[in-house]
Every structure is written in structure tokens, then in C-alpha cells.
């Protein structure tokens, strides 16, 4: 897959620090000289996974990425998105968090539909693409209709988050643990799903997880982050998702990948509790 070389990455860090509280007696770094780039790959877009050990700074970069507060603006270094800076979030990034970050007084209708009405979409027509994305990420789209989150199942809620996130084409997807809380089997569901819209839209993803052999099986590429403050201290290449879930697995290079990158997470958490 060739990267065209006059264009800017579609993210790039140029030896990012960012010191919480910096100038007070409560400053805290938490994550330091960080510098990697992704490039812009026409067709495909990448998917890049994000591990390390916790509280290293994982959320942290992600939240760069997306603008948001306190985390932006980086106190040195630059996080650039097509060569310019970040400044403030915005539609081109659309975030999943691990908490089923819905509405809880919307109906699933209009959570998905959310994005698209405060476009000034109007109704009938962000109803009908509301209905596809329900139909798209496996929810019922006349039953689960008008149901609330509170009538929803953790994986329910999250395909709810997925959609109305999706639903916006965003080129830039931020996941942080979407699938942190799903029993095995609904989250391997939600891989393969997820592999299935993401090269549908052929958008950058950054995955953060705590699960190797998530990160392993969903990248195209894995970075893997020190303890804190965190800094980028390998980054590997992996075999893309270009089968299912199960099947890859089962494969002795990818059992052997997960297991070289799980001892060293290891280390680093070891490291880190007798530091
Ligand atoms: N708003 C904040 N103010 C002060 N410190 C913060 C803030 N947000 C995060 N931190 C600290 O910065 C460090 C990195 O936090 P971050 O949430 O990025 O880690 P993480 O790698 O996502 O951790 P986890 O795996 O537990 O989710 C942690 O020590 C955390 O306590
Ligand atoms: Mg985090």
C-alpha cells in the first residue's frame, strides 16, 4: 500500500510533552517527547492500535488528537493533523469511549441521528440514514427503534455509540476501550463488525486497548507505549484483518506476536509497581 509522498500525514507528532498542571506544585507529565506519524494510504486508511501499560498516557494522546480540554494543547511539541495544528475538536474526528457514550434521555433513533441534527439535517432524512447505520452495526432497526439506553445490553449500547459516531464519516476515528466491557464472544462480534465499517469508510482509526490480541488482530500497525510518562517505545507492523476473528487467532504467527508483546507489557507493569 503506497503513501503519496507530497501530502502531509494524516496525524503527525512532533515530540509531544504534555504536563498536567504544569507550573504548580501538582505538575504531572504524562507523556513525554512523544513523535509518530500516519500516513494518508488512499483506499485503505489505517488502522493503528495503541497499548501500554496503565496510566501511561493512552487517553491522553487520543484526546490530542480530538482537541479536547484539559488534554489540549500540548505544553511543548505539535500535534499536527494534515500538516496543520490541532486547534479544537471537530466533525473530521469522531470519538468511541468505553463508556457507552450515549444519551441516556434520547431514544436510539436519536442518539444515532444526534450528529446529523445538529448538522440542521432535516428529520426525514436523518431518520432514513439513522435507520441504515441502526441496521449497519447489527441493531434491529425497527424494534430497537425507540428503545432508551437503559433498555439496551452493554453491546447493544455500544453499537448505538459506533453508529452515531460513524454515522458522520468522520476521516479520523479515536476509540478508547470501546469494547473494554463486553464479554468475549459480543466483543469478537464487534471486531469483525468494526474491521467490516471501517474499511467501508476507509477512515484512520487509533485504537486504544488493554487486549493484545485485540490490538494485534484489528492494527495494521501497534505502538506500544513506555510507562509513564509515556513515551513511543516500539512500534510494530501487523498482519491486517483479512480474516475473521476466529480463524486468525488460531494462527502460530499471531499466537506468537501476542505473546512477544504480552511478556513485554508485562515487564513494563512489573517495572512500573517497583518503581
Ligand atoms: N486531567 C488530568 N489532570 C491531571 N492528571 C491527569 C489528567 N488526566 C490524566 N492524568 C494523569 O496522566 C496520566 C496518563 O493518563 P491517561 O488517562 O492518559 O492514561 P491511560 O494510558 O489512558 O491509562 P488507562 O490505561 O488506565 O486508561 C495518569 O497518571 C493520569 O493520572
Ligand atoms: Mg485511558
Known amino acids: 500500500m503506497a503513501t503519496d509522498p507530497t501530502t502531509p500525514p494524516v496525524v503527525e507528532f512532533r515530540s509531544v510533552t504534555k504536563t498536567y498542571a504544569a507550573g504548580t506544585r501538582r505538575a504531572f507529565t504524562a507523556i513525554k517527547e512523544v513523535s509518530f506519524r500516519v500516513d494518508d494510504i ?3 486508511g489505517e488502522f493503528v492500535s495503541i497499548l501500554g501499560p496503565s496510566g501511561c498516557g493512552k487517553s491522553t494522546i487520543l484526546r490530542l488528537i480530538a482537541g479536547l480540554l484539559p488534554q489540549h494543547p500540548p505544553t511543548s511539541g505539535e500535534v499536527l493533523m494534515r500538516g496543520k495544528p490541532v486547534t479544537h475538536p471537530g466533525p473530521d474526528r469522531g470519538m468511541v469511549f468505553q463508556d457507552y457514550s450515549s444519551f441516556t434521555n434520547r431514544s436510539v433513533l436519536d442518539n444515532v441521528a444526534f450528529g446529523l441534527e ?29 428503545k432508551y439506553p437503559h ?14 459516531t460513524l454515522i458522520l464519516k468522520p476521516r479520523i476515528i479515536l476509540m478508547d476501550e470501546p469494547f473494554g466491557a463486553l464479554d468475549p464472544v459480543t466483543r469478537q462480534q464487534m471486531q469483525d463488525l468494526l474491521v467490516g465499517l471501517w474499511r467501508e469508510l476507509e477512515a484512520t482509526v487509533f485504537f486504544v486497548t488493554h487486549d493484545v490480541s485485540e490490538a494485534v488482530y484489528l492494527g495494521d500497525r501497534v505502538l506500544i507505549l513506555s510507562n509513564s510518562p509515556g513515551t513511543i517505545l516500539t512500534e510494530e507492523a501487523v498482519p491486517p484483518p483479512n480474516r475473521p476473528s476466529r480463524e486468525m487467532r488460531r494462527e502460530p504467527d499471531f499466537v506468537n506476536r501476542v505473546f512477544e508483546i ?3 507489557l508485562e515487564k513494563l507493569e512489573e517495572a512500573a509497581q517497583h518503581s
Open 262 to 264: 504480552s511478556s513485554l
Open 118 to 146: 445538529c448538522d440542521g439535517m432535516p428529520k426525514m432524512e436523518r431518520y432514513d440514514l439513522a435507520r441504515d447505520w441502526i441496521g449497519r452495526v447489527g441493531l434491529d432497526p425497527v424494534k430497537d427503534l425507540h
Open 42 to 44: 488512499p483506499g485503505h
Open 151 to 164: 433498555e439496551l445490553s452493554g453491546g447493544m449500547r455500544q453499537r448505538v455509540a459506533i453508529a452515531r
